[in-house]
């Protein structure tokens, strides 16, 4: 199985990429839910 | 919550099976030999990178005709998932080309009409950090996105156009193309896990430019109070 090496490398090098993706895209969405949540609380507290 | 796990474990679930046919159920290629395997992320990771560029194009289409947001949302969601595949194909492409042609890279027609349209999103999205004004940002963005889509057919047509170092297509190619038919079970397989992924991705992305929508309401509303 000569160059099986050189797949599981693009193979992993794929993976990491969506993956190092989908992370940034879920950072957002965390950083983003906390200020929503941060600003609907002050919102409350105001009214 | 559940429907993401759940949609997040059935797209792992696709990978893995697609990785294994690729890996272990697919016949070895007579030419290149095992190196030959990585088509099988290579080849779907390019396909469903168009795919995302010709939806962010119609979501560009629909912004410009009708001015909705959410179109806006659509079209950045799903530039930045086609940057992502394409950056795939960029990185995997030199992966399997150093062993076969003896070189990581050559300005070939297809090779460089690929790095031109990865180029031309990086500047999609650039041009979105410059216009801070919402309605102008989108519609500044949405007219590169139409121009910069104008790349998809030249990147189809290169290998049929032009000579290339790339391989001529084994799909929609000329006379003497094609390919075993377990070696296009794995592939179309290989396609859907990953517009599954490409799906699972974009909704996500489209997640976070409706809760930032949501945000600016709730900030105007703050500021009112």
Redesign the interface.
């Known amino acids: 199985?000569?160059?099986?090496d050189?797949?599981f490398?693009?193979?992993l090098?794929?993976?990491a990429?969506?993956f190092a993706?989908?992370l940034t895209?879920?950072r957002?969405?965390a950083a983003?839910?906390e200020?929503?949540e941060r600003?609907?609380n002050?919102?409350n507290r105001?009214? | 919550m559940k429907k993401h796990i759940l949609g997040g474990a059935i797209v792992l679930f696709l990978l893995v099976a697609a990785a294994y046919g690729a890996l272990y159920v697919a016949p070895t290629e007579r030419t290149m030999g095992t190196i030959q395997r990585i088509f099988y992320l290579h080849v779907p990771s390019a396909w469903t990178g168009l795919t995302a560029f010709f939806i962010c194009f119609i979501a560009n289409l629909l912004y410009v005709v009708r001015r909705q947001p959410r179109w806006d949302w659509l079209g950045v969601s799903a530039a930045e998932v086609g940057l992502t595949f394409t950056t795939v194909v960029l990185v995997t492409g030199p992966i399997w080309a150093h062993p076969v042609w003896g070189m990581w890279w050559t300005w070939d027609a297809r090779l460089t009409s690929t790095f031109v349209l990865w180029l031309l999103y990086v500047a999609y999205l650039l041009l979105r950090t410059l216009v801070e004004e919402p309605d102008r940002r989108a519609l500044f963005s949405a007219l590169f996105g139409i121009f910069a889509f104008i790349d998809v057919p030249l990147v189809f047509g290169s290998i049929r156009w032009w000579r290339t170092q790339h391989p001529q297509p084994v799909v929609m190619g000329g006379t003497g193309s094609g390919l075993d038919p377990t070696m296009w079970r794995v592939l179309l397989f290989s396609w859907l896990a990953m517009l599954s992924l490409m799906t699972l991705l974009m909704l996500a992305r489209y997640g976070v430019e409706a809760m930032r929508a949501d945000l600016d309401l709730v900030r105007q509303e703050a500021e009112a109070a």
């Open positions: 199985m000569k160059n099986l050189s797949v490398a693009a193979y090098v794929g993976w990429i969506f993706y989908y895209v879920a957002r969405t983003l839910r200020d929503l600003l609907k002050l919102l105001s009214k």
